[in-house]
């Protein structure tokens, strides 16, 4: 079956622009995650969807980060006025519940 | 949130060697995880460890919880080219936490093998 997708896979923005990045979760999947890695880091927790709860906002780095799930799908990570500090490669995952956590391949954001 | 120390931050070895990685924390984990991540994609999960003194193989890979509860150890046997790649040891975010939920990561062992 299909495992999680993003889109796009690369993104090159002016500083100042908003991005939104898209995520297609696995089908069934209640949870859905996302992170951001940065240069030669580990994973950095953004936010987090589970069913019908409100999502766990507590990683977001500031106002300018949003993200929504719509229909308990596909979720959009929103970054407004971008800065080159947001440069990273952005993850998304789901899992049944809270279980294994199964990663999409990224998005890799460059802010010039 | 809980900060994990991934150590040795590189290794470059030969094709056949044994290698062995490991993470620590200030704090006590309920749950242990090691992932690997190849160029260009997300991390796939490999070993998950949920008791003290745990020890898990999957092939070559065997991982343990360790009995403090604050370290864990990743080891790879007879390596081999695709072995090459990011592992990275995680475990959840918030103290106390057992569940998979939003995970805290290391920075990460970059293993290159040798032909």
């Known amino acids: 079956g299909a495992g999680v997708s993003q889109s796009p896979s690369n993104k090159v923005t002016e500083k100042g622009k908003d991005v939104e990045l898209r995520c297609d979760p696995i089908?069934?999947?209640?949870?859905l995650y996302w992170y951001r890695q940065s240069l030669g880091q580990g994973l950095e927790f953004l936010i987090y969807?589970?069913?019908?709860?409100?999502?766990?906002k507590s990683g977001l780095p500031s106002d300018r980060f949003s993200a929504e799930r719509t229909g308990g799908s596909v979720s959009t990570l929103t970054i407004q006025r971008t800065q080159q500090e947001d440069s990273a490669v952005y993850l998304c995952?789901?899992?049944?519940?809270?279980?294994?956590?199964?990663f999409g391949p990224g998005t890799r954001l460059t802010v010039t | 949130g809980q900060q994990l120390n991934q150590s040795p931050q590189s290794m470059f070895i030969q094709e056949g060697e044994d290698v062995s990685m490991n993470c620590t924390s200030s704090?006590?984990?309920?749950?242990w995880l090691w992932y690997k991540q190849d160029p260009g994609e997300g991390p796939v999960l490999l070993i998950a460890?949920?008791?003290?003194?745990e020890l898990t193989s999957n092939g070559r890979l065997t991982a343990q919880f360790g009995i403090t509860r604050k370290d864990s150890f990743l080891n790879i046997s007879a390596s081999i080219p695709s072995d090459v790649g990011i592992y990275f040891c995680?475990?959840?975010?918030?103290?106390?936490?057992?569940?998979?939920?939003?995970?805290?990561f290391g920075q990460g062992t970059i293993l290159t093998v040798h032909p």
């Open positions: 089908s069934g999947h209640t949870a």
């Open positions: 460890l949920y008791k003290a003194g």
């Open positions: 969807f589970q069913g019908n709860s409100a999502p766990d």
């Open positions: 995680a475990g959840p975010l918030n103290a106390g936490g057992t569940s998979y939920g939003k995970l805290t």
């Open positions: 704090s006590i984990f309920n749950t």
């Open positions: 995952a789901s899992s049944l519940f809270s279980r294994e956590q199964y």
